[in-house]
């Protein structure tokens, strides 16, 4: 982290790792904070009690509104590091000087659960950046998925009242609703192919450092000259995009509701930073027209093959919070906040957005003064003449708050673009007021299909499977619809496995897309592959001897995994305590698995740990006297290895993420 943030961050810390007296809010030491002041020992409470009041009442306020989505979230520190000048695109400085390191802070979020939900919903994830750049807050406010469920921003209410808890008994937390949800999706059919993203592992991620991100809108970039291209933005997780599967997540929300929250956390904390590499698309303003879709339309994305991904930098988040509330809950994003060089497209979607990111902070921060909470503050110096209001904390000088002014020189003073002050891109705009939506925003369903099509074997059957369960959860009619409106129209094999899967019925006409372009980028088969941060279960019994587990974690660690190991007991064997036991963790809580025994029996949680780790195409090790008597898979199997002779087959396997062909 930069110094300036450094710095910025000391000013407004209190530091209760260090002696200091207990006081109350006006600093007046107490000499007691266990006992309220009473008339007499057994008697009544008296009013008098400052202190008493002072601390309830400042408990009793202590919560705020969450926010009406993303309200789970996680964030965390870091910088961004710009390997080349973009100086062609844009004159955003931090994007021009190679080798210009930005502190940035990221939260990352599910969308529909509230505050205290389980990390891993089926559900979009949230990844925000706040860049504190040297012209001011740059807010990058980005998905994990690349297109959005609808191409208006006048629909997002509806939209999330349909995918939130149901109306009438709050049913289900943090997915996406059942009835509600589906129906939205069957009568909006702009959906289709989020859908196919929501369906998909994406909506899985095992991890935030292996997901990527995406600006979703089209931005425009701005250079010196005042050309305008449009920007689709990227964040390329370099540990690769990695999912878990859905009879995993199901299990895992069950043994740690934490999972996502606590692996970057200990990550960050274990000297793993969360790296991602920037990524623009862009395309020049004069070829606004040359794809086969309208690049404002924002349920559409540009595929990879046609408008490649120039590789522009580095978010390394390396850097824990110091206090939950004070930064992840307090900072607040808004896709306006941008800076000289980074402008607007008039996708419909973005344009609504604008307004509502500002309008919700006012209600959930408490008022028009939350941009000078710590986390939201510019490191860059800001002035003007806005004053009061609520949570006023700077003290401004001076006998002026008025603009144009001659009492104060005209200070502040509006900056010529030349300087550095912000010009809004020239676009040439005209047209009739009209509540109406081009048509070439029609095209609803091809992408949805270049998505299937993309898709390998084993992430298709999953997104099958994962229709068939949503669905599976609403009553007949909702399915039936869902099935004649949306699947049958982007393809007519899903549409027949839903309606087998479900008893819907199966609509008699075909009217499956033909689009028949597929993009090799969508497919998380085609991802980078990392053994990094990768974690490793080791079931133990107690009489393997310490020797063992020496050389086994250390063998394992020297290649960047992470080793617990497991056993009945947290048993003492030499001098060694064992980390866990099969009571405080579960095989779906590592990537991979190993199990070492002496003499003794495998333990049934150990059998039944192994059996669901196999299940979910784990790579499974062994070592010592291992018997596969009791287990339904044995050596010599795909994905099961002697980690004694064959360590390096076993590590593949854990990088490669699954043994898929098992
Ligand atoms: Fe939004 C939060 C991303 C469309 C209105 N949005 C929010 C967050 C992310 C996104 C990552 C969490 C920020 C944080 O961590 O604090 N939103 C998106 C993306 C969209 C999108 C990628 C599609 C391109 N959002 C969208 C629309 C609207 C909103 C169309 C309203 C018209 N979003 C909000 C909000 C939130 C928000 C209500 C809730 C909390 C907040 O802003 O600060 O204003």
């Not at 010529?416 to 509540?435: A, D, I, L, Q, T």
Request: hydrophobic share 35%; proline share 5%.
């Amino acid at each position: 982290m930069s110094k300036k943030k450094d710095e910025l961050r000391q000013r407004d810390t209190i530091d209760n790792t260090k002696e200091a007296p207990l006081t109350t809010n006006q600093g007046l030491p107490m000499s007691e904070d266990e006992f309220s002041l009473k008339a007499g020992e057994r008697g009544p409470t008296l009013m008098e009690d400052f202190h008493l009041r002072e601390k309830i009442t400042h408990f009793d306020h202590e919560r705020i509104p969450e926010r009406v989505v993303h309200a789970r979230g996680f964030g965390v520190h870091g910088e961004f590091e710009l390997y080349e000048s973009l100086e062609k695109y844009t004159k955003a400085k931090f994007l021009t000087e190679p080798g210009k390191k930005t502190p940035v802070f990221t939260r990352f979020s599910t969308v529909a659960g509230n505050r205290g939900s389980m990390d891993i919903p089926r559900d979009v994830r949230g990844f925000a950046t706040k860049f504190y750049t040297d012209e001011g807050n740059y807010d990058l406010v980005a998905n994990n998925m690349p297109v959005f469920f609808m191409q208006d921003a006048i629909k997002f209410p509806d939209m999330v009242h349909a995918v939130k808890p149901e109306p009438h008994n709050e049913i289900p937390q943090a997915a996406s609703a059942h009835n509600t949800f589906w129906d939205w999706v069957a009568t909006n059919t702009e959906s289709a192919h989020m859908v196919m993203w929501l369906m998909s592992d994406r909506a899985l991620p095992r991890s935030y450092s292996m997901m990527e991100g995406f600006g979703v809108n089209t931005f425009r970039l701005v250079n010196a000259e005042g050309k305008s291209h449009f920007v689709k933005f990227h964040w390329k997780p370099l540990e690769g995009t990695h999912s878990v599967l859905w009879d995993e997540a199901q299990l895992i929300n069950g043994k740690n509701i934490d999972f996502n929250r606590q692996t970057i956390w200990e990550n960050i904390e274990n000297g793993h930073p969360a790296e991602f590499e920037l990524g623009l698309q862009v395309i020049p303003e004069e070829d606004e027209f040359e794809m086969d879709f309208d690049i404002l339309d924002p349920t559409k994305l540009w595929p990879e093959e046609d408008v490649p991904v120039q590789i522009v930098g580095k978010l390394s988040l390396n850097q824990n919070v110091d206090n939950y509330f004070a930064e992840t809950e307090q900072v607040a994003f808004h896709p306006g906040h941008v800076v000289p060089g980074i402008d607007f497209s008039n996708d419909p979607l973005l344009q609504g957005r604008l307004f509502s990111y500002t309008d919700t902070q006012l209600i959930r921060l408490g008022g028009p003064n939350f941009h000078q909470i710590p986390i939201n503050r510019p490191i860059c110096p800001f002035s003007n003449n806005q004053r009061d209001g609520y949570h006023q904390s700077y003290i401004h000088k001076g006998g002026t708050a008025h603009h144009k002014n001659h009492m104060n020189n005209n200070q502040p003073e509006p900056l010529s673009p030349e300087k550095g002050g912000y010009e809004h891109y020239n676009e040439k705009v005209e047209g009739r007021k009209v509540r109406a939506r081009s048509d070439s925003f029609k095209d609803h369903f091809s992408q949805a299909k270049m998505f299937l099509n993309s898709l390998s074997d084993p992430e298709k059957q999953h997104l099958y499977d994962a229709f068939s369960f949503e669905l599976g959860k609403c009553d007949m009619e909702i399915r039936n619809l869902v099935l004649k409106e949306l699947i049958n129209k982007i393809d007519r094999d899903l549409a027949e496995y839903v309606a087998d899967q479900t008893g819907a019925e199966l609509p008699a006409e075909n009217e499956e897309s033909t689009y028949g372009k597929s993009s090799p980028a969508l497919s998380m088969m085609n991802t980078d592959f990392l053994l990094k941060t990768r974690t490793v279960g080791v079931i133990v019994t107690p009489d393997v001897t310490e020797d063992t587990l020496d050389e086994t974690r250390s063998k394992l660690e020297d290649k960047g995994l992470q080793v617990k190991f497991i056993s009945d007991k947290m048993h003492k064997i030499g001098n060694t305590v064992l980390d866990e036991t099969f009571d405080t963790v579960h095989s779906v809580l590592f990537d991979s698995m190993i199990v070492i025994t002496g003499e003794s029996e495998l333990p049934a949680p150990a059998i039944e740990q192994l059996e669901i780790a196999y299940k979910h195409k784990k790579a499974i090790g062994f070592g010592g006297n291992v018997s596969f008597d009791k287990l339904s898979f044995s050596d010599g199997e795909k994905g099961v290895s002697n980690i004694e002779t064959d360590l390096d087959i076993f590590l593949d396997d854990v990088k490669h993420h699954r043994v898929w062909d098992r």
